[in-house]
């Protein structure tokens, strides 16, 4: 999408699949892809106007496809360090970052962006 004006939502994959303890961790990729197709679905519940999604994903998650609504990226070191990246290069654009790690929320905000836990999107 690339519209500057929609609300850019940054999605920390690792964080938001490893906060249910369903099994996520035999299967990495899938997770993510579970979470991909699910924000997809449903998108942020409580966001209306124009969003655009990014998924963030890193290690066995590389890989994953982006789909209609979900634009997956994955991390080519450090996930955070990513997500970080992103914030930047979004000034002047509404970021909100979906994460419960407290480093990477300290880092966004002192960039200016929002945060909300994982239990703002659907898992």
């Known amino acids: 999408m690339n519209d500057t004006s929609a609300l850019l939502v940054i999605v920390d994959a690792a964080n938001v699949v490893g906060s249910v303890p369903d099994g996520w961790w035999r299967d990495r990729r ?4 579970r979470l991909r197709d699910r924000l997809a679905a449903d998108g942020v519940p409580g966001r209306s106007g124009a969003v655009e999604i990014v998924l963030v994903v890193e290690g066995a998650a ?6 209609p609504g979900v634009r997956v990226e994955s991390a ?4 955070d360090d990513h997500m970080v990246a992103l914030v930047a290069d979004s000034v002047g654009r509404s970021v909100l970052v979906v994460t419960a790690d407290r480093e990477l929320r300290r880092r966004v905000t002192a960039l200016g962006a929002e945060v909300a836990g994982p239990r703002s999107v659907p898992r």
Do not use: K
Request: charged share 20%; aromatic share 0%; no cysteine.
């Open 76 to 79: 080519p070191g450090s996930g």
């Open 30 to 33: 899938g997770a993510a892809e």
């Open 62 to 67: 590389r890989g994953v496809e982006s789909v």
